[in-house]
């Protein structure tokens, strides 16, 4: 709809001046200009287990074409008595005198003041909004942040479904919680809500390029899904900001912001989503030119890369895959490192099972139940277990670290991982009494028959135990 301005009378037209607000072809001013960009600070994203810092300055253009924003052609209106629906008459000469002089100043800070006296002056007025917009974006221009919040913030108050009053206050919003502000957290998600329902029903303004609309209502979405996705982020939703991020980067996929905190969300889900190493790395590319920047990214991708493929084998390529393409592939995959279960059938597989050491044979057995291969790599280790004592015949030796002891048991440690960490891995049952136990803590060498185990927590069982008598070194001849 365009927006007409008219000088009137209260008893009809005398003469009036009819405002276009577009192009003015006999004007000496310019034509109207694009927000100023807004700067946010330096971004902060928390993560479960690691800060990153995304150092560099974040620009956004944010393209608000207010309907009093710019200059207009004038046409000369006479004898009409009812204007049309979509004109915005200002009856007092002193009154219109006064708005065309504020909008018609250049100089940003003093539109904003020449601005805001109008609606103070005139707080009833027709262009009350509009005033408020053209302070908004004067503010916007002079990098005046805390003014420009409040020019918002007022304008919502008198329509609170403002887009371009929503996209401010939603932008600003998200910058002070990428500090830390937890209240601006939830105001961000709140007013990208409001953002997003007013955005559905936003038509393009007359006189506004088809081109040039399609623009904004994309920095629009971007900015309203990208706060979404944040406060969603902080929240753990993780599914939940993904989409709001995978939107945002359809407006926006050169966006390091999304584009970065998109792959912190789905590398955080349990399990994590293999398209974040992906994003990550695209990350690390739209970060180049700022070193700190990549450095945070590259150690917060490489460690998840790592913990899920098991090495960083792939990963150079990655990155330079990304460099040329906005999204991931249709058949992006990353193979993910084999499972404990995995490795435990594979070692039997490849080796001889009685020349696996005892921890290794404490691995493939805690395993048993994990899969019908488990269960059988589990079968042919306790087999070469049985068949070093002959099947009871014989008894094995060991040397263990005492966790705890009594007359009749014992409870030891056998691999060095357990000893370590005072975690018994044996449960050895005597012969007989013993009128002097070991003391925990000692290393003493056991004798006994393992006839099974216990799966979780892992022990193995050994009947017919007794502590061995320490070897008596033989003298040296003189």
Known sequence: MRLHLRLAEDCGVKCGLLMHFGVCPGSTYSKRKPFAMLRANPEMTRMRHTWVKLLPSLFLVLVCFAPSLGLFSSTQLFGQQNPPASQKVIKDPGEYNAYIAALNTTEPAQKAAAMEAFVSQYPGS????????????????????????????????????NVRALAIVTFLNRSLASQGDAKAVANAGANSEKGLKALSGWQKPEGVSDADFDKLRKQMTAIFHGAAGFAALQAKDYPAARDHYMK?????????????????????????????????????????????????????????????????????????????????????????????????VKAVQENAPGDLSFSDYEFVLSLRDASPANKDAADKVMQAIL????????????????????????????????????????????????????????????????????????????????????TMATPAKP
């Open 248 to 344: 945002s980067i359809e407006n926006d996929p050169n966006n390091l912001q999304d584009v970065y905190q998109l792959a912190v969300a789905e590398l955080e889900m349990k399990p994590p989503d293999p398209n974040g190493f992906w994003y990550v790395a695209k990350a690390f590319q739209l970060a180049q030119g700022n070193a700190a920047a990549q450095k945070s990214i590259a150690d917060y991708g490489k460690a998840k890369y790592r913990r899920y493929h098991g090495g960083e084998d792939g990963w150079d390529q990655l990155v330079v895959a990304t460099a040329t393409q906005p999204v991931p592939p249709a058949d992006f995959a990353i193979k993910p490192a084999p499972t404990p279960a995995e490795i435990a």
């Open 126 to 161: 027709v262009v009350k909004i509009d005033a408020l917009e053209q302070a908004m974006a004067a503010y916007q221009q002079a990098a005046n942040v805390a003014k420009l919040t409040s020019a918002a913030n007022r304008i919502l108050e008198l329509d609170p479904g």
């Open 387 to 470: 068949d070093k004592e002959k099947q009871g015949a014989a008894k094995l030796r060991m040397s263990v670290k005492v966790i705890s002891a009594t007359q009749g048991t014992v409870q030891a440690a056998i691999t060095d991982e357990n000893q370590q960490a005072n975690k018994a891995d044996l449960q050895v049952t005597m012969t007989k009494p013993m009128l002097h136990p070991p003391t925990a803590g000692a290393t003493v060498d056991v004798i006994g028959v393992i006839t099974e185990y216990v799966p979780s927590p892992f022990t193995f069982i050994m009947k017919d135990g007794e502590i061995a008598k320490p």
